[in-house]
């Protein structure tokens, strides 16, 4: 095996300048000399541009590595050895893997020095940034053995023989998930099923374990999957071209009664904003399904529920790959650096890169000053919608922010910045203004929701005006200082709506929440009122049936039954709610539902068949069969394909006895019993000791 | 009779799609033998060969090395084996010294010195890169690392390909010295009939995936004999001669090679021809060119060539 | 003792060696009890199979050109009847009927050929064999 390292080393050698140049360029673009300023040197984007270079030399190297195998020339002198085929190919993995981190080690290392170099005083950067990157590279890098599969296996499609490399290549798209949930139990769950399948694919190199199987079977699912999700979205996208798309939403009206209702998004007359355009609906009531086809009143307006946002939901707070997030005053970009903090940049500085500083919970640092108290999250991540109200009424948008710990009022052009308030927050929602009244501000904390109103340093709230109802243009006005007045305490919705996503005050001071899964909905008659009336409902289905859901029950237990139930099942139980509560959202109206069990019972019994009629062409035994037949109710179309891809195809001939087709892999015809009769002699075999005829006096003639 | 059997293959078959590239093998071969394996190309004698190494899984059928399935092959059992595929591969990047070094901590009985002289019969420089060396010098390095392995059976496909007189003769002398003591077998598929007659001691003639002779060459060459008869060139009356191999026209004359004849060829012979039948002398090519132009027109037993 | 070899030619190696053999100790050129020389050392000089070496001296020792003595090789033999005397006769009649019927065909008179086949046999004969 030493040897066989050793010349795969010496011989892809010239591999690694090559490696070392992709991985690089990857590199380069995300450095601030590189493309852009904005994205550039965030941990995110290194890492997602590093993995991206390594990934795609992973299997560069892999495919260089194994592809001249295929000629039987050179599969001749390096397998013809006294070692045995799985050294040859773990001593690939072995001298790859050297390369391979050579590759990603020297451009990593060259950016790890030019952050130390450069120092926090010319961009907010920390040699640490890429330890990130230098977990992903080693995920990344199972692509190289898979690649090695890929080629080492034999299978006469090209698209099958890459099936455990969509496989792989999926896992990784799934790792950044992975990662970030990995506080819950679920997150090392699957962080567990992770490390597992990547064991499995190095395992897989051996040709005989079953691992290979797996992959393939993991590769087929994945590419169906992707297949039949590529058809319904072109679908979807034609059908939309065709008639506009048609939403339904639940609303409010002036009366404070809450309404489920259809509507069209319409461009107004300038073109710049939409508008909303009732179409038919009825009220809510008490375990109703409502009719989306009634009429509405004629004088339906709705108004819009504020959507709480739980930031206590996204932990941990984006480790590997959260979301840059940025503003612009004038031409001050802040972005959210996931270390906490909010970097600020002036796109008009003279200087090159146009770092500002860093705004931490204590106010604005200069360059190189990179400490202070951290946020937890992206303040903004939320504080976008937050302060989504004010901008309406022509604020600056980003101008109030919160995380878990608190509410945070940022001015502009500074870049300074005010805690408002100091308290752990589960969620927060900015009531819309009534009446030309400030918009207020909901806060959730340890099960109680604490209503603030937005009032000036001087403890007025006249500071508010509404945006001109005929306003031409957009505005960004700035707020002035702002303090929080309490204005009430109670308490928050019982625990089935404690997931809750919307919540609306009406006019006359009644609470209304909807939970985010649209099946109950609670009121509050006034704030100091103590008891939440729930009421449940059936949330009908907001897209136009008929068609569409017979074709969606064909195509779910086709591509995917057993990604989409499962997936769902499982994250529902170990969120701890009761496991149905989002398919029961997605489920059609009655008359309809039949016709969907009926044709997805015909869809999956269809499929099974189908898998019966391809195993038998296939030759497999009758308990081998019955598996996969009975596999494909879960897997779906990916069953066909992965009995493709593990079994190969059987050529069958006229059996020469009974005229009947018979497998040409098999000594006896099932049939008549008959063994392949050896070729009919021709009469001139010259075989050792078998003479045809004595040669007795040869000279006759 | 065969003494003990290095390679044997039973009911061996192989399709690549619907088509059978190598149809119902058996093949005994029998240790201290040479045996020169002949087709044309196409044939089915590396698809023959890759079966026998493990390389590639019979359709049906099976075939064994040393007694043990080709599909299981051992390190060890590899390591009493000495292969060489089609054109001479080496890594173009090695020296022939690294080559040596790679081959030697590969396979557990290297012999340096028996590499020494081989390189040396080559006249080739063990510093040169093997890019650099010609066909016959690759041919002469790649066959030097097969042998100093020391293997008991050598399995060589199409190894004087593109060689020169020289390096043919060499290859001849080595494959000669290698099989010295008569306790190593070598299996070689070639192109070269003189050369086969000189080294080989059996011949085996595959015919559109056939096996069709495997015999010793003495044996082969007695049983094929060829007639010179007075009968039109175009005529299909010959097809009736029974062991007919190929007829073919020769000079307004029509020119019959029969397998294992008979009294009763003799008789067809003589009732096809108007004169008396004359009986020629028939050399080995003539022998294996008789079979092989049958894979040529398989369809007609009648070659029509020349004339 | 010099044998050259041909492939290619109609009679087939085996052949080639032991009829040259065969002539080589008819002619005297090699003298009985001389050594010819070893199956390998053979095989090896004319670059072929050591088998068909082996074949030949085989025939040639069935024959009586050659006797094998263990362990120290291969020596020409003193000339012994093997044969019956008939047919021995059989298989002279043989070869004359091919060089007669050839010499017929050349346009040459009973005569002439009865002269060079009585000069060939002086050449190739020594004296004292004549005699005998």
């Known amino acids: 095996m030493q040897a066989i390292v050793i010349k795969e080393l010496r011989e892809n050698l010239r591999w690694l300048p090559i490696g070392v140049l992709i991985i690089g360029v990857f590199v380069w673009l995300v450095t601030p000399t590189g493309i852009t300023y904005t994205q550039a040197s965030s941990t995110d984007s290194i890492t997602l541009s590093c993995s991206m270079g390594a990934a795609l030399f992973a299997v560069l190297l892999g495919a260089l590595q194994s592809i001249f195998d295929l000629s039987d020339k050179q599969r001749g002198f390096l397998f013809h050895r006294s070692v045995s085929n799985n050294e040859v190919l773990y001593g690939k993995v072995i001298a790859g893997a050297l390369l391979y981190s050579l590759a990603c080690a020297i451009p990593l290392t060259c950016l790890a020095f030019w952050f130390a170099w450069m120092g926090p005083e010319y961009l907010p950067v920390r040699p640490a940034q890429v330890i990130p990157s230098v977990l992903t590279c080693v995920a990344c890098f199972s692509l190289h053995p898979a690649t090695l599969v890929c080629i080492d296996r034999p299978a006469r499609w090209f698209g099958t023989r890459l099936l455990p490399l969509i496989a792989v290549a999926t896992s990784l798209l799934m790792l950044p998930l992975i990662l970030r949930s990995v506080t819950t139990s679920f997150g090392w769950f699957s962080l567990a099923i992770y490390i597992a399948f990547l064991v499995a694919v190095f395992c897989s190199l051996c040709a005989d374990h079953w691992t290979r199987k797996l992959l393939l079977i993991v590769g087929s699912a994945v590419a169906v999957v992707f297949c039949c999700v590529f058809v319904a979205s072109c679908y979807q996208s034609i059908q939309n071209r065709r008639t506009p798309y048609v939403y339904a939403q639940i609303g409010l009206d002036k009366t404070g009664q809450l309404w489920y209702y259809r509507f069209r998004q319409v461009r107004d007359e300038n073109g710049y904003d939409t508008k909303i355009v009732p179409l038919s609906g009825e009220p809510l009531l008490a375990n109703t399904r409502p009719n989306l086809e009634a009429t509405l009143p004629h004088d339906f307006v709705p108004s819009d529920l504020s959507h709480l946002h739980a930031p206590g939901r996204f932990e941990p707070q984006n480790r590997f790959a959260s979301i840059d997030y940025f503003s612009n005053w004038n031409t001050k970009y802040l972005f959210y650096d996931n270390r906490g903090q909010m970097l600020l940049y002036d796109m008009n500085a003279q200087k090159q890169p146009p770092f500002l500083g860093v705004v931490t919970k204590d106010g604005f640092h200069a360059p190189g000053e990179m400490f202070g108290p951290k946020f937890t999250i992206n303040p903004f991540l939320y504080g976008m919608s937050l302060a989504a109200s004010l901008a309406t009424e022509g604020y600056d948008r980003l101008s109030l922010g919160a995380d878990q710990a608190g509410i945070y009022q940022f001015t502009p052009k500074s870049g300074a910045i005010t805690t408002l308030l100091e308290m752990p927050i589960e969620s927060a929602t900015m009531l819309p203004a009534v009446n030309d009244d400030a918009p207020r501000l909901l806060l959730l904390s340890k099960g109680n929701f604490h209503l603030y109103e937005l009032v000036d340093e001087a403890g007025q709230s006249n500071w508010f005006e509404p945006a001109p109802k005929d306003r031409q243009y957009v505005i960004h006005r700035e707020l002035p200082p702002l303090k929080l007045k309490e204005l009430a305490a109670f308490p928050a919705p019982p625990k089935q709506l404690s997931e809750l996503a919307s919540i609306a005050m009406t006019e006359d001071g009644k609470f209304i929440a909807v939970d985010h899964v649209n099946t109950s909905f609670a009121t509050l008659k006034s704030s100091s009122d103590t008891e939440w009336q729930v009421t449940r409902f059936v949330s009908p289905q907001s897209q136009p049936e008929g068609i569409d859901a017979i074709a969606s029950a064909a195509v779910v237990p086709i591509g995917t039954l057993f990604v989409f139930v499962v997936s769902s099942v499982v994250a529902q139980i170990m969120a701890g709610r009761p496991p149905l509560t989002q398919l029961e959202a997605s489920l059609p109206s009655a008359d309809l539902m039949w016709v969907m069990i009926v044709v997805a019972v015909v869809a999956m019994l269809a499929l099974a068949a189908c898998t019966y009629w391809l195993c038998q062409r296939r030759g497999l035994g009758r308990g081998t069969t019955v598996m996969w037949s009975i596999a494909s109710l879960f897997l779906g179309l990916a069953t066909p394909l992965a009995v493709v891809a593990i079994y190969p195809k059987l050529v069958y001939e006229e059996c020469p006895s009974c005229q009947r087709p018979r497998r040409i892999d098999r000594d006896k015809c099932p049939g008549c019993y008959a063994a392949w009769s050896s070729a009919p002699p021709v009469g001139i075999e010259l075989l050792e000791g078998q003479a045809l005829a004595s040669r007795t006096d040869l000279h006759l003639v | ?307 | 003792m010099q044998i050259h070899i041909a492939a290619g030619s109609p009679q087939s190696i085996y052949r080639q060696i032991s009829d040259q053999i065969r002539r080589l100790a008819a002619t005297n050129k090699l003298a009985v009890g001389d050594a010819v020389p070893s199956v390998r050392q053979l095989a090896k000089d004319l670059v072929i199979n050591p088998n068909t070496v082996a074949k030949a001296y085989a025939e040639l020792v069935r024959d009586g050109v050659l006797e094998s003595q263990q362990g120290r090789g291969y020596f020409v033999a003193r000339r012994k009847s093997i044969f019956t005397k008939a047919e021995r006769l059989r298989r002279l009649d043989e070869a004359l009927d091919m060089a007669v019927s050839q010499a017929i065909t050349l346009d040459f008179t009973q005569d002439e050929i009865g002269e060079r086949l009585q000069l060939r046999l002086e050449k190739l004969l020594p004296p004292v064999h004549r005699t005998e």
């Open chain 2, 1 to 307: 009779m065969l003494g003990e059997l290095v390679i044997t293959a039973q009911g061996l078959t192989r399709y690549f799609g619907r088509k059978a590239v190598v149809h119902d093998m058996e093949l005994r071969i029998p240790r201290g033998s040479v045996t020169g394996l002949l087709g044309l190309n196409g044939a089915g004698k590396t698809t023959t060969l890759r079966m026998l190494l493990g390389f590639l899984e019979p359709t049906r059928g099976e075939c064994q090395i040393f007694g043990r399935n080709s599909q299981s092959l051992t390190r060890e059992d590899r390591a009493r084996i000495g292969y060489t595929a089609e054109g001479h591969f080496l890594y173009g990047w090695m020296t022939v010294r690294q080559s040596q070094e790679f081959q030697r901590s590969t396979f557990p009985n290297f012999n340096n010195g028996l590499f020494t002289d081989t390189v040396r019969r080559f006249g080739i420089d063990p510093g040169q890169r093997n890019r650099t060396l010609s066909r016959g010098q690759r041919a002469g390095v790649s066959l030097a690392l097969t042998l100093a392995t020391e293997p008991e059976l050598l399995i060589l496909d199409d190894p004087a390909l593109g060689l020169d007189p020289v390096s043919r003769r060499a290859l001849n002398e080595t494959l000669l010295d290698f099989c010295d003591g008569g306790q190593r077998t070598i299996l070689l598929s070639s192109h070269l009939l003189d050369d086969v007659e000189r080294v080989a001691d059996r011949v085996a003639v595959m015919v559109h995936g056939r096996l069709l002779v495997n015999t010793t060459v003495d044996d082969f060459r007695e049983r094929v004999a060829a007639w010179s008869l007075d009968l039109p060139p175009a005529s299909r009356a010959c097809e009736s001669i029974p062991g007919l191999i190929q007829a073919r026209a020769l000079g307004g004359r029509t020119v019959v090679t029969v397998a294992d004849p008979d009294q009763e060829t003799a008789a067809a012979i003589a009732r096809l021809s108007t004169s008396e039948p004359e009986r020629l002398s028939v050399t080995f090519e003539d022998a294996v060119i008789a079979y092989l132009s049958r894979s040529r027109d398989s369809q007609s037993f009648l070659a029509h060539t020349g004339a």
